[in-house]
């Protein structure tokens, strides 16, 4: 069965970081290979407890501690 989260499932799983399945709040997790799409990244990941599937968004939002070779 297939059906849109709501928006507030979303924000409380961004909020948790993701550590928490948004269907049935199990913390057990498994966590597929991340595949580039048009500036994202896209997580597969999957609930070992009710079997619930879905894909994490990672957009990038900065970058930090740039070292070139003349420092
Ligand atoms: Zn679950």
């Known amino acids: 069965m297939k059906k849109k989260p709501a ?3 979303i924000e409380g799983y961004i909020y948790a970081q ?6 049935c709040q199990s913390n057990q997790l498994d966590t597929g290979f991340p595949q580039p799409d048009q500036g994202a990244l896209l997580m597969p990941i999957r609930c070992q407890m009710c079997e619930a599937q ?3 968004i990672y957009t990038l939002t900065g970058i930090k501690d740039l070292k070139t070779k003349e420092e």
């Open 54 to 56: 879905w894909v994490e």
């Open 7 to 9: 928006k507030k499932l």
């Open 18 to 23: 993701g550590s928490l399945c948004p269907a």
